[in-house]
Structure formats: structure tokens, C-alpha cells
């Protein structure tokens, strides 16, 4: 049973950081792409960044230069280090692994997001 478990989330003022990991049980981590999704209420769900290895990584347009992703193979863990956040960034945070072939595709129950001052 493959389990992925977010930690993280709060509310933070604008112009403030957070870090968000997520922990992946199993044997998949080593195997999967990572990645981190957002959903604010009434949007659909988007790409905030994905990782397969420390020099592969890919950014949503409106996060890029402000967030990071990286992993620790050694903890079966995906970090997102988000900095000077911004309103528009509440959402639910999902972290995901995903692999084409053989296929699989997990999802986390989600962390909150919120800025505001």
C-alpha cells in the first residue's frame, strides 16, 4: 500500500516562506516522478513543480524564481520550499508520485495553504 503524507501547511503573512514535504511510503519514491499540485477553491487543479532528479525539475509559470523542489532519496521525502508567497498561492498543496511505464499515479490527502496578512 503506497501512501504519500503531506506536512507543512499554515498560514503565513505575505512576503512570507513555508516548506511543505511529503513522505512516501512504499518502494515507489525511488522510481517515480514527484511532484507538488495546487487547487484554490472554484480553480482547477495545476502544476506547481515536479522533480526527477536534483538537475530535472519543472516549475509552474507563476511559482518560478519563488519555489523550490528537491527530494532526499535517503528519507523517501519531496520537499517544496516556497518563498515570498503571495495571496494568489492559498490553496490546497497535493503532493503526487507518478511513473508512465509500468504506470502508477498517487496522490497525498493535501496540506492548506494560506496567506494572508
Known amino acids: 500500500q503506497v501512501q504519500l503524507v503531506e506536512s507543512g501547511g499554515g498560514l503565513v503573512q505575505p512576503g512570507g516562506s513555508l516548506r511543505l514535504s511529503c513522505a512516501a511510503s512504499?518502494?515507489?519514491?525511488?522510481?517515480?516522478?514527484m511532484g507538488w499540485y495546487r487547487q484554490a477553491p472554484g480553480k482547477q487543479r495545476e502544476l506547481v513543480a515536479t522533480?526527477?532528479?536534483?538537475?530535472?525539475?519543472n516549475y509552474g509559470d507563476s511559482v518560478k524564481g519563488r519555489f523550490t523542489i528537491s527530494r532526499d532519496s535517503a528519507k523517501n521525502t519531496v520537499y517544496l520550499q516556497m518563498n515570498n508567497l503571495k495571496p494568489e498561492d492559498t490553496a490546497v498543496y497535493y503532493c503526487?508520485?507518478?511513473?508512465?511505464?509500468?504506470?502508477?499515479?498517487?496522490w497525498g490527502q493535501g496540506t492548506q495553504v494560506t496567506v494572508s496578512s
Open positions: 503526487n508520485a507518478k511513473r508512465s511505464l509500468p504506470r502508477w499515479d498517487y
Open positions: 512504499g518502494s515507489i519514491f525511488s522510481l517515480s516522478v
Open positions: 522533480i526527477i532528479t536534483s538537475s530535472s525539475t
